[in-house]
């Protein structure tokens, strides 16, 4: 009976009830620890390959790579995109507890198998010299960016929605 006094006076007073403040932390941690951190690293990713694509190559796709390209693509991806990858894969493996639901989603996993494909691919190359295409066997999700900017909306609607007393 006093639980239900405190809940109803928390309610006529304004207040968030304990559930409403425990959302609210909830999705602070989805946008600082996954969402926001994940989309800088996808977007930072995005406009290097566009840059190395324009600069380097200079044209608008990388494979297949001729010559040069290749000593150029191996640095790269070997200096900045493996391991970014790798701390995206990272991020959405130490936060799984920040995904809403009991899966991943699609985009989240296809990122998963295309690092894992594209280090197991590499580091055979590196140990054995078997050569490889230079790339992972599954594309990067292109859908990852798009779907992220929509989760941070979403998670940034409910926030507010939240923060309304009442």
Same mark, same amino acid.
């Given at each position: 009976?006093?639980?239900?006094?405190?809940?109803?006076?928390?309610?006529?007073?304004?207040?968030?009830?304990?559930?409403?403040?425990?959302?609210?932390?909830?999705?602070?941690?989805?946008?600082?620890?996954?969402?926001?951190? &994940? !989309?800088?690293?996808?977007?930072?990713? @995005?406009?290097?390959? /566009?840059?190395?694509? =324009?600069? *380097?190559?200079?044209?608008? +796709?990388?494979?297949?790579?001729?010559?040069?390209?290749?000593?150029?693509?191996?640095?790269?991806?070997?200096?900045?995109?493996?391991?970014?990858?790798?701390?995206?894969?990272?991020?959405?493996?130490?936060?799984?507890?920040?995904?809403?639901?009991?899966?991943?989603?699609?985009?989240?996993?296809? &990122? !998963?198998?295309?690092?894992?494909?594209? @280090?197991?691919?590499? /580091?055979?190359?590196? =140990?054995? *010299?078997?050569?490889?295409? +230079?790339?992972?066997?599954?594309?990067?999700?292109?859908?990852?960016?798009?779907?992220?900017?929509?989760?941070?909306?979403?998670?940034?609607?409910?926030?507010?929605?939240?923060?309304?007393?009442?």
């Amino acid at each position: 009976m006093r639980k239900a006094r405190l809940i109803l006076l928390s309610l006529a007073a304004g207040c968030a009830t304990p559930s409403q403040d425990a959302e609210r932390v909830r999705v602070d941690r989805q946008l600082n620890e996954l969402y926001r951190p &994940l !989309l800088a690293l996808v977007a930072e990713s @995005r406009v290097s390959v /566009e840059d190395f694509m =324009k600069t *380097k190559l200079m044209r608008d +796709w990388i494979f297949p790579l001729k010559g040069d390209e290749v000593t150029l693509w191996l640095e790269k991806a070997e200096g900045e995109l493996m391991p970014r990858n790798e701390r995206m894969c990272a991020l959405i493996r130490e936060k799984r507890d920040l995904v809403d639901g009991p899966e991943l989603p699609a985009t989240f996993k296809a &990122l !998963l198998e295309h690092q894992d494909s594209w @280090r197991e691919l590499h /580091e055979k190359w590196r =140990k054995d *010299k078997t050569p490889y295409p +230079w790339h992972s066997r599954t594309p990067f999700p292109r859908r990852l960016e798009p779907e992220l900017e929509e989760y941070i909306k979403t998670l940034e609607q409910k926030k507010a929605a939240l923060a309304k007393p009442g």
